[in-house]
């Protein structure tokens, strides 16, 4: 999933970011990484299925906490502040990112069939 966040990330900045302006180009990023973790995510469940729906749940939250670990994690080593980092989570200012770590904790679940 990092690879195709990555990816994801490149394009907005480097394709359409200048066409469409910061939010909106943030905004549609934000749709774009949910499908496409939406593939991998229900490649990935098709293909190792959880045995259980705790299992799909657990999945799951081990999925969300590598992503914030791994989304922090960056941010702090490029020297970004908590206040910088936590931008993208208000929902206020058209912020869509918290649906992110939200689908990769259901995602699993929900494709799951449990």
């Not at 970011?17 to 973790?37: H, M, P």
């Not at 045995?51 to 969300?64: F, K, M, N, R």
């Not at 490029?78 to 689908?103: C, F, H, V």
């Amino acid at each position: 999933m990092i690879v195709i966040a990555v990816l994801n990330g490149t394009i907005r900045d480097f394709v359409y970011k200048k066409y469409v302006g910061e939010l909106l180009a943030r905004q549609i990023s934000t749709i774009t990484l949910i499908l496409l973790f939406a593939a991998y995510i229900w490649f990935v469940i098709n293909k190792y299925p959880p045995a259980t729906s705790e299992h799909a749940i657990y999945i799951g939250v081990l999925w969300l906490v590598l992503t914030l670990v791994f989304e922090f994690g960056i941010g702090y080593m490029s020297g970004k502040t908590w206040a910088q980092m936590l931008e993208d989570y208000n929902i206020i200012k058209g912020r869509i990112w918290i649906l992110i770590p939200i689908w990769v904790a259901v995602a699993p679940y929900i494709f799951s069939g449990c």
